[in-house]
């Protein structure tokens, strides 16, 4: 795996007209694919209870595996990071934990009655906005209402957390460490002063250093950060730092995000700077290729998209062993089809469906304490979506797809292909037979390569863009 990436960072590199060219040609807005359906395609707008229970039942009775995991967004933030474009709630006020967490949990209740009685969950992971904003008590009381009071056993569920450097305490890692966590992520995006300054994340290097060496001395084995490229003020030499610094505390994996500037939907957050000051397309990808020049250098292995991980991780098993999954929570190396989505515009996914809750904290909050379920949006997909959804699934897990023999939408199959003649004759995407297979050449486009097998894309009409950029 080593050298098939070194050999595409030497063609992106050495290459350089060649490579800006198929920057120029594929870098135009796409989705980062945690589902397929994407959001904007959804064909539920005012999905309600009923009908998701509905197809819950449904799926449960046809994939009867009694496995879930669980995603519960914790949304608050004492502050706003400008590059943000999480659903989330600013604020200082901690009077607001009690009540929301209350409300989580009468949630899970209201899906208890609808679980069977053996399920078992698998994966569980607080995200945000800011879970660490919550006080340790608060998460050990959300964790004991949903799993119970005895400890978990960390090789049969996988728990995890995202945590802002500067409100992690110990006692947060020492809390949920004891309850069987074992996997943290730390935002930290950029070491830069001149780029934190502008994105609002202010945090020093000896801060995260501090935090780091604290979750490893506690006992965590699997330390995620989170970096991004692309951000206001980015330049080559500041970037190189970063990774440098990341270098240094050999996290046991490594997400590197493409920011997504998305102002158009994101409103006032993403507007805290001028567009002039971001990277653009080639300047961009070299920021990546640059991080990924050296994490593969010092024994990291490039997992699916944007992420990596050292040899001895989990995800690295899972990826080598072809069981990598991906799901609203990005990579993970647990393939239950069942994801439960808790808190406020959370997003559930049964499989064959998918539901999201109410954005704001006040609407979500009312409908639960009615006793209802604040699912308000989603979309319950037909038979041929979920086959286009098999295929995308393997292209962003494995680089690589075969077409179902036995389908009836050939002619859906003859589709594609032709949609994906382009690639083939730029050297990113290999077709033989029934099988679809991303060349080295072509990981850095793996998103571009999913957008062929995208019949919503294909009928989209609509005047402005959806998505971010690829590069």
Same mark, same amino acid.
């Given at each position: 795996m ?14 350089p ?8 040609k ?16 959804w064909?539920k ?9 509905n ?8 994939y ?13 933030c ?6 943000c474009g999480?659903?989330?709630?600013i604020?200082?006020?901690h ?10 949990l ?11 009685q053996?399920?078992?969950i698998?994966?569980l992971?607080?995200g ?5 904003f ?10 004991n ?5 005895n400890?978990?056993n ?6 995890s ?9 110990e006692?947060h ?7 069987g ?6 935002g930290?995006?950029d ?38 490229y ?6 080559l ?12 505390l ?7 995000? !493409?920011?997504a ?7 006032? !957050?993403q ?33 699916g998209?944007?992420?990596?991980a ?42 064959s ?26 979309h ?29 939408y050939?002619d ?12 083939v ?5 290999t ?10 050449k ?27 950029a690829?590069?």
């Amino acid at each position: 795996m080593m050298k098939v990436i070194f050999s595409t960072i030497y063609s992106l590199y050495f290459c350089p007209m060649n490579a800006k060219e198929l920057i120029q040609k594929y870098n135009v807005p796409g989705p980062r694919y945690t589902s397929y359906p994407t959001v904007p395609f959804w064909k539920k707008n005012e999905l309600n209870e009923r009908e998701w229970l509905n197809e819950l039942n449904r799926s449960f009775k046809q994939y009867p595996q009694a496995k879930i995991g669980i995603y519960i967004h914790l949304p608050f933030c004492e502050s706003l990071c400008t590059f943000c474009g999480c659903h989330k709630r600013i604020t200082k006020n901690h009077q607001v934990e009690t009540p929301y967490i209350d409300t989580v949990l009468k949630e899970w209740e209201l899906y208890q009655k609808q679980l069977p009685q053996d399920i078992q969950i698998t994966e569980l992971h607080f995200g945000g906005g800011t879970p660490t904003f919550f006080h340790p008590t608060e998460l050990v009381r959300l964790l004991n209402g949903i799993l119970g009071v005895n400890q978990i056993n960390p090789s049969h569920c996988d728990l995890s957390f995202e945590a802002h450097p500067n409100s992690t305490s110990e006692l947060h890692l020492q809390k949920l460490h004891d309850f069987g966590f074992r996997r943290v992520s730390f935002g930290i995006q950029d070491y830069d002063p001149t780029v934190q300054k502008a994105i609002h994340r202010l945090q020093t290097f000896e801060e995260i250093l501090h935090v780091h060496e604290l979750a490893k001395k506690i006992g965590y084995t699997s330390i995620n950060h989170d970096l991004v490229y692309g951000l206001p003020h980015q330049s080559l030499e500041g970037f190189k730092r970063t990774i440098d610094y990341t270098i240094q505390l050999k996290p046991e994996r490594i997400a590197l995000y !493409g920011y997504a500037h998305v102002p158009w939907i994101k409103g006032t !957050g993403q507007r805290g700077y001028d567009e002039k000051d971001l990277p653009q397309d080639s300047e961009k990808r070299v920021l990546y290729e640059m991080a990924c020049e050296k994490l593969i250098a010092h024994g990291y292995i490039a997992i699916g998209m944007d992420h990596f991980a050292l040899p001895t991780d989990k995800l690295a098993y899972a990826f080598n062993e072809k069981r990598l999954h991906r799901n609203f929570m990005g990579y993970t190396t647990q393939t239950t089809k069942f994801l439960l989505g808790l808190g406020m515009s959370a997003i559930s996914d049964s499989w064959s469906g998918f539901a999201q809750n109410e954005k704001t904290v006040e609407s979500y909050q009312d409908q639960i304490n009615r006793g209802e379920l604040a699912v308000f949006r989603g979309h319950l997909l037909n038979e041929l979506e979920l086959e286009i959804r098999s295929y995308i699934l393997d292209l962003m897990c494995h680089f690589e797809t075969s077409f179902m023999t036995a389908s009836k939408y050939s002619d859906t199959h003859d589709f594609i292909r032709k949609k994906l003649l382009r690639l083939v004759e730029d050297g990113l995407v290999t077709v033989n037979g029934s099988t679809v297979k991303v060349t080295e050449k072509g990981y850095p486009f793996v998103r571009n390569i999913c957008m062929a097998f995208d019949l919503d894309l294909h009928k989209y009409q609509g005047g402005k863009p959806l998505f971010s950029a690829t590069i």
